[in-house]
């Protein structure tokens, strides 16, 4: 059964950063394309950023680009998010996704996802 399972979310002060993992099992990571979606209270879920099976490709969100960087470690079959300069509206669910062939920001391409991990910027 495959499985994603995000950690490192919590609270943090504007301008901090966070590093968030997602863990897969039950299918070998290194074939899928892997990304990190947000939603916030009342919001739709919004696409952050995407890496290519080898990680060598990526892409960011608009709201996020300059600030966050996505990467993966396949020989731990784990992704990462490092969260830079955090503000107060990029508190969120933040979700892992995976996905075969490209890696691109539309979540209905998205075949498995996890539970999701809690990021709150605030003072």
């Known amino acids: 059964q495959s499985q994603l399972v995000e950690s490192g979310g919590g609270l943090v002060d504007p301008g901090g950063s966070l590093r968030l993992s997602c863990v897969s099992s039950?299918?070998?990571?290194?074939?899928?394309?892997v990304a990190w979606f947000r939603q916030a209270p009342g919001q739709e879920r919004e696409f952050v950023a995407a890496?290519?099976?080898?990680?060598?490709?990526?892409e960011s969100g608009d709201s996020v680009k300059g600030r966050f960087t996505i990467s993966r470690d396949n020989a731990k079959a784990t992704l990462y998010l490092q969260m830079n300069n955090l503000k107060p509206e990029d508190s969120a669910i933040y979700y892992c996704?995976?996905?075969?062939?490209?890696?691109?920001?539309?979540?209905?391409?998205?075949?498995?996802w996890g539970q999701g991990t809690q990021v709150i910027v605030s003072s």
């Open positions: 996704a995976s996905r075969p062939g490209y890696y691109g920001p539309d979540e209905i391409d998205y075949d498995d």
């Open positions: 890496i290519s099976t080898s990680g060598k490709d990526t």
């Open positions: 039950g299918f070998n990571l290194e074939y899928y394309s």
